[in-house]
């Protein structure tokens, strides 16, 4: 049996009964009831998912996934895919925008090479699958079992990350030219019109959006992928990095971690993960409105709703660790507050 079967095997509805316990918790706590909103509801899931009633999130880890698409062949992206070995190097050196963020909120950078179109070194992970997805709009972007592959790559990787005591996730991906695999996803599952679901990724001319969103299009009517069946929709028109991110996020679930998800590409992956297993949306947390159209279609059909609001559309897992902190809030209040009894009220 392989490493994605086992792992969903694992994996476990969120558990009601701590979720009860830690909101009585925290209707008791000396303040209006529900007066710290959302904060309130982190803390109880997070609860669910820890299986305590004072959940912890001091160790956090984003794991950005790395891979090229040979989609960019069709004109749909302005960077080379050389950019994609450049900017996995240059996370490893603390150097990039999530990278920044990170060493805010005091969390560790993991960079995963699942499919760069190049050779990269150390300390970039090498779970290479292949050299870069193939272009969709001429076959498939790459087998069912490469795609079952990047799905492992990601929670082999994820589940080392925990075993050394991360206790908070989040997925992040580097990859020129994934806003269309993303926006191909998306279309599938959600039964949309390429059109609607297509933005300008990284500052596409607006001129030239019409003409990826045609390349998409030409890529679902070639391979027509299965709209219920999440790893033949990555295996037609998906991408390694995304795969990667979904196995990260099936990882989390499996083993009682939670997963924050970043913008448009990492809710696109998050689709592909709760298609596979339902129960993973159970362990994940969204974190931001991107800008990128067909952002906000894919986090309703994911059915999270997004807590920060920020203009953003870099990826890199940047929205997701500046959810962090938030998080992290959520269990200081939890903590650090007593409760009416305990400040000797009586409370009828």
């Known amino acids: 049996m392989g490493l994605l079967q086992d792992t969903l095997e694992k994996i476990e509805h969120r558990s009601k009964e701590y979720e009860e316990l830690c909101q009585n918790r925290v209707d008791l706590l000396i303040k209006p009831k529900g007066s710290l909103g959302k904060l309130e509801d982190i803390v109880v899931r997070l609860a669910g998912i820890q299986k305590t009633i004072h959940p912890k999130v001091e160790k956090k880890a984003v794991i950005v996934c790395a891979g090229d698409h040979g989609i960019i062949e069709e004109g749909v992206a302005t960077s080379k895919k050389d950019i994609t070995k450049i900017q996995a190097m240059n996370m490893t050196r603390g150097l990039t925008g999530v990278c920044a963020l990170s060493k805010h909120v005091g969390a560790e950078v993991i960079v995963v090479d699942v499919g760069i179109d190049n050779e990269v070194k150390e300390p970039v992970i090498n779970k290479k699958v292949k050299y870069g997805a193939d272009n969709f709009t001429k076959g498939p972007a790459m087998t069912r079992q490469e795609a079952i592959r990047a799905i492992e790559a990601g929670i082999d990787v994820a589940i080392k990350a925990i075993e050394s005591g991360v206790q908070l996730l989040a997925t992040g991906e580097m990859g020129i030219g994934n806003t269309t695999p993303s926006s191909a996803i998306v279309s599938v599952i959600g039964g949309f019109d390429p059109s609607e679901v297509t933005g300008v990724g990284a500052n596409l001319p607006q001129e030239k959006v019409k003409h990826k969103a045609d390349v998409i299009r030409k890529g679902i009517e070639l391979n027509q992928p299965d709209p219920s069946d999440g790893i033949d929709i990555l295996s037609k028109v998906g991408g390694l990095e995304i795969g990667g991110m979904a196995g990260v996020m099936i990882a989390g679930a499996a083993y009682g971690v939670p997963v924050v998800v970043d913008g448009f590409?990492?809710?696109?992956?998050?689709?592909?993960?709760?298609?596979?297993?339902?129960?993973?949306?159970?362990?994940?947390?969204?974190?931001?409105?991107?800008?990128?159209?067909?952002?906000?279609?894919?986090?309703?059909?994911?059915?999270?709703?997004?807590?920060?609001?920020?203009?953003?559309?870099?990826?890199?897992?940047?929205?997701?660790?500046?959810?962090?902190?938030?998080?992290?809030?959520?269990?200081?209040?939890?903590?650090?507050?007593?409760?009416?009894?305990?400040?000797?009220?009586?409370?009828?």
Not at 318 to 346: K, P, R
């Open 265 to 348: 590409i990492c809710t696109a992956s998050a689709l592909i993960a709760t298609l596979i297993e339902p129960k993973v949306k159970e362990y994940l947390f969204a974190s931001h409105a991107s800008l990128e159209l067909g952002a906000s279609k894919a986090s309703e059909m994911l059915g999270l709703r997004t807590y920060l609001d920020m203009n953003m559309r870099l990826g890199e897992g940047t929205g997701a660790v500046l959810m962090f902190n938030i998080i992290e809030a959520a269990t200081y209040m939890n903590d650090e507050m007593i409760t009416f009894e305990e400040a000797g009220f009586i409370v009828d």
